[in-house]
T-cell receptor
Framework: DAGVIQSPRHEVTEMGQEVTLRCKPISGHNSLFWYRQTMMRGLELLIYFNNNVPIDDSGMPEDRFSAKMPNASFSTLKIQPSEPRDSAVYFC???FGQGLGNYEQYFGPGTRLTVT | AQKITQTQPGMFVQEKEAVTLDCTYDTSDPSYGLFWYKQPSSGEMIFLIYQGSYDQQNATEGRYSLNFQKARKSANLVISASQLGDSAMYFCAMREVNQGGKLIFGQGTELSVKP
């Protein structure tokens, strides 16, 4: 059974370019999360979806960031225009359920983004 | 205020010994869950153990156990019989039911196991 799939695994781009990160959650999971990990800020939630609907995007840094989930099996995180401070590892995670229970989040391998 | 605090940036432990990684949390939500994840140098996030706020007993998963002290708002991870492969970053995280499904992570503790 495939886990959470992210692409690309590595992305190097120049400042000002558009970057699109992709995620395929585990089949049957109804929640999808985008996290960013940096040395300075640690792991921070950017946005999450439940049943394809964005529930909390308070972690999205600014208007340059946008995320979509057009269906249950695909999500994108787009940065336009990219800046060097966006360099980080971006994780996608999925889970089933939200209430009180062991609804662990399964993480993808991450996309390491470098903006020069 | 920090929701999740891990006060040990780095720790060393001798192989085969037990080690405790500290985690304290702050919430006013009576319903919450606490998670520990492991991140080896390869970068993936691996789920280790979960404790619900209403669970009466401490969670255990193999060599991992969670020392849950609700009144103190602490959820320390205990790794017994450390192995070289346990060397990694360890993150404590909390999910508050009133806040939906999102996890809030601590800053992590880097554990190094010495042979």
């Amino acid at each position: 059974d495939a886990g959470v799939i992210q692409s690309p695994r590595h992305e190097v781009t120049e400042m000002g370019q558009e970057v699109t990160l992709r995620c395929k959650p585990i089949s049957g999971h109804n929640s999808l999360f985008w996290y960013r990990q940096t040395m300075m800020r640690g792991l921070e939630l950017l946005i999450y979806f439940n049943n394809n609907v964005p529930i909390d995007d308070s972690g999205m840094p600014e208007d340059r960031f946008s995320a979509k989930m057009p269906n249950a099996s695909f999500s994108t995180l787009k940065i336009q225009p990219s800046e060097p401070r966006d360099s980080a590892v971006y994780f996608c995670a999925s889970s089933f359920g939200q209430g009180l229970g062991n609804y662990e989040q399964y993480f993808g391998p991450g996309t390491r983004l470098t903006v020069t | 205020a920090q929701k999740i605090t891990q006060t040990q940036p780095g720790m060393f432990v001798q192989e085969k010994e037990a080690v405790t990684l500290d985690c304290t949390y702050d919430t006013s939500d009576p319903s919450y869950g606490l998670f520990w994840y492991k991140q080896p140098s390869s970068g993936e996030m691996i789920f280790l153990i979960y404790q619900g706020s209403y669970d009466q007993q401490n969670a255990t998963e193999g060599r991992y156990s969670l020392n849950f002290q609700k009144a103190r708002k602490s959820a320390n991870l205990v790794i017994s019989a450390s192995q070289l492969g346990d060397s990694a970053m360890y993150f404590c995280a909390m999910r508050e039911v009133n806040q939906g499904g999102k996890l809030i992570f601590g800053q992590g503790t880097e554990l190094s196991v010495k042979p």
